[in-house]
């Protein structure tokens, strides 16, 4: 179980109870269990808060909203060192949680995946071969979740979702 500071309880408690709008969009589609993975608002991990945690991948999801404006390198920093204790990352832009709602969720649904097979472990005990080019992208996460966001076009048609990748 990865530590945390106990004084932080009632200022995550407090945050939840007053989410920015992009928290509350994304918590309507990602609680209870909506994508298959349990997520909680507002998690103390070590001696920071994530705005959402899945303790099952150990996966934090941040949305960067104005407020992290002039906070990058504290983030950055902040992001490195929940990573030292096994949390992975994906970011999403407060804007594309408010108007890309359906991108934001193919991103995570590949980083769900991406983490969740990387968690399956070997069939045999034959040593594993150095990574292709093609897996050491793919292990670049939040880059990819931003490609993803970047590269796929969502378009409505008779009430049905399609996503078109461009190369």
Request: with cysteine; hydrophobic share 35%.
């Amino acid at each position: 179980m990865i530590p945390y500071n106990s004084e932080l309880k009632q200022f995550a408690r407090d945050l939840r109870n007053n989410s920015t709008l992009s928290e509350v969009l994304l918590w309507q589609q990602i609680k209870g269990k909506e994508i298959g993975y349990e997520f909680h608002r507002q998690v103390p991990i070590d001696q920071f808060i994530v705005d959402f945690y899945c303790h099952e991948l150990m996966l934090a999801i941040e949305i960067d909203g104005s407020s992290h404006n002039d906070k990058y390198d504290y983030d950055m920093d902040r992001q490195s060192k929940l990573q030292d204790l096994g949390v992975k990352f994906v970011r999403f832009n407060d804007l594309d949680v408010k108007k890309n709602m359906a991108g934001v969720l193919v991103a995570l649904e590949y980083k769900i995946k991406e983490i969740a097979n990387d968690n399956i472990p070997p069939v045999s005990p034959v040593a594993k071969l150095p990574p292709s080019k093609g897996e050491l992208k793919s292990r670049k996460s939040s880059l990819v979740c931003r490609a993803v966001l970047s590269f796929c076009k969502i378009k409505q048609s008779n009430q049905r979702m399609k996503v078109d990748w461009c190369s």
